[in-house]
């Protein structure tokens, strides 16, 4: 087989989407997992360029899996091989904050870098670093942004307002109510650990009478758009939704956010769950055949 896309069995879907859009075909990455925890893992041989695809949420085993995809590829014949992993893991962790912590986004970062010709990721959650070339020297690492993506699916009239709960998420923000003359909000967020957050909206007086869309990269645990959502009802909105990129949450989180008043949550298809509703496999694509990759 040449120049295919090999994906793991829990992503066979949008990576078949991305296939498709591509015009290679599609391959499963097949895993038997050993009682003492082992992975064996066994590739579809081919040459030419191996598109690998993995989303690395819950990453710890699935990096290892990955990596020796990675090696078996190169061992059955392929020139190249690129990693597709619309969610990225341990990208926030850029600096020790405390004596003795390790910078899990440079370790990380160099050993896919080792590994992998080019890396393809959405939205990566980088605080202090401006690009992935920094975090991967050596190799051909691009992130892209899914704003164009979730802004497709974006019902609102003039009325709306598009609201980030912290100035990391003023850019997907504006990205998807510019072009739509949407109005924009913006919290101050402080946080004090894993699920309490502190944050106020100034000119929260804005959104009283009018509909409300929460926009994030990341949903983790929720605990701060839970807080966004209160205040925004509490400011007057009419009603208050959220979208974003990647949806972390567990079903329990879930039932919280929409216990503090979120009608309806939506989020792409990087990580598979019931807010899952937004492909990617478009600007996936396009961002494949922008850096000819496959030429």
Known sequence: MVAAVHAFAECLGPAGQLAERLGIGLAEVKVHRFPDGESLVQVEPGTGTAVLFRSLHDP???????????SALRENGADRVIVIAPYLAYMRQDIAFEPGQAVSQRVIGALLAEHFDGLLTVDPHLHRIRSLAEVMPGT?????????????????????????????????????????????????????????????????????????ILVDDVISSGRTLEVAARQLLAGGATQVEALATHCLASREDLDALRVSGISRITSSDSIAGPTATIPLADILAQAVQERGWLA
């Open 140 to 212: 051909d690492a691009c992130s892209i942004s899914a704003a164009p993506a979730l802004g497709q699916f974006v019902e609102a009239d003039g009325d709306t307002v598009l609201a980030g709960p912290d100035a990391e998420s003023r850019q997907w923000v504006e990205a998807i109510a510019a072009p739509r003359g949407l109005d924009v909000i913006v919290g101050e967020k402080r946080r004090l650990g894993d699920r309490q957050v502190e944050l106020h909206f100034p000119g929260i007086e804005r959104v009283a009478g009018r509909p409300v």
């Open 60 to 70: 710890n085993a699935k990096l290892v899996e990955l990596l020796l995809a990675a």
